[in-house]
């Protein structure tokens, strides 16, 4: 489920790069680029319930603003412009990845945890 989760946030920083090539606006997509690649990593390198839990909790606020942002939804209904169908299919699905891949670990590691703890 790790894998899936660090798929998912370089999904999401891909999806960022395309915006910034489409928009040009490099300042405020560069940050939304870069945070999803430093949870790729930091889901990559380190698998303690914190660290899963704080990258899960990040997904989600993404998520959330991802699908409340009106010109993701229109975006998605237009396929035939191909590079922003792109950027928001990549965000979207990028960022479900990342929110149930993270949480998942993030569970199994505490289940783990908890059961080495009682025996």
Known sequence: MRT????????TGIGAVIEIALTGLVMPGAIFAAIPLALAILVGL????????VAALIAAVFLYGNVAY???AQ???????????????L???GLAAALV???VSALRTRAAR???ATT
């Open 114 to 116: 908890d059961r080495h």
């Open 101 to 103: 891949g993270s949480t």
């Open 4 to 11: 899936l989760a660090v798929a998912g946030f370089v999904a």
């Open 70 to 72: 009106p010109v993701t």
């Open 75 to 89: 975006r998605l209904q237009h396929p035939d412009d191909l590079g922003p169908f792109v950027d928001a299919a």
């Open 91 to 93: 965000r979207t699905l």
């Open 46 to 53: 380190r698998a303690d319930r914190v660290s899963l839990g």
